[in-house]
């Protein structure tokens, strides 16, 4: 046999081999109507791509759900750290009034000395 029938033999096997390793798959109703050809091969194509968008939209809408879920609990724990710190500083302010006032009790009754500069 001559290099050139080789040669073409040798193209025909490798394009034969790459046209079987990208044929649609056929356990879908998109990779059926792929395999067909023609008309019918591009509505199987529009299948296969609605099918994957469908795919990608719900790992999306699972990914936004934890998301929410997430969030919903750091808003949670946010407002618990908000109420703690609240009720902290109207303990602080309260503190702080009772001790000003035991003070000015305390300079009224003559038992410290003048007033304190802030």
Known sequence: M???????????????????SSSPDETTFGGRLEAQGGAVAEIGEKWSEGAELIADGAALVEEG???????????????????????MMRRGERLQAE???AYREAQAAGTVPGPVSN
């Open 65 to 87: 759900e934890d998301d929410l879920s997430r969030g919903r609990r750091l808003v949670r724990s946010g407002e618990g750290d908000i109420d703690k710190g609240r009720d």
């Open 99 to 101: 001790a000003e006032a």
């Open 2 to 20: 001559n290099s050139s029938i080789k040669a073409t033999l040798l193209g025909c096997v490798v394009a034969v081999l790459a046209g079987c």
